[in-house]
């Protein structure tokens, strides 16, 4: 099954879209599934069933205080990096720091 836990450690809503890969190769997408998750806050997301688990990307868009303030994550490489943070962590967290959004991956 398709699920984590998603914290924003900032005092911006966030609205987060996940982009799930069909099948484990990547660049097929599956679906693509959005949410917002207000300041300082966590939300358990089920993105997928157990037939397509995996994550190809991750956008996180912040607005507050006349700022707009993104970031993302993709897959290119099936084992890369980014691959692995997405896809062998529980846990996803949000720290805004400047005019960057840090996403951080962990298993709790």
């Given amino acids: 099954m ?3 836990t998603f914290i924003n450690n900032s005092s911006y809503s966030l609205s ?11 660049g097929h997408v599956f679906s693509v ?4 998750i207000g300041p300082n806050g966590t939300l358990a997301v089920q993105y997928s069933g157990d037939n397509n688990p995996y994550l190809d990307g991750i956008s996180v868009n912040a607005v ?4 707009i303030i993104t970031s993302q994550n993709s897959v290119n490489t099936r084992g890369s990096a980014v691959d692995n943070a997405l896809n062998t962590n529980d846990t996803v967290s949000f ?6 959004i840090l996403i951080g991956y962990s298993n709790s």
Wanted: charged share 10%.
């Fill in 16 to 26: 987060v879209m996940l982009t799930v890969r069909q099948g484990d190769q990547p």
């Fill in 33 to 36: 599934n959005s949410f917002s």
């Fill in 2 to 4: 398709g699920a984590k």
């Fill in 95 to 100: 720290t805004i720091q400047n005019t960057s």
């Fill in 64 to 67: 507050g205080n006349g700022n």
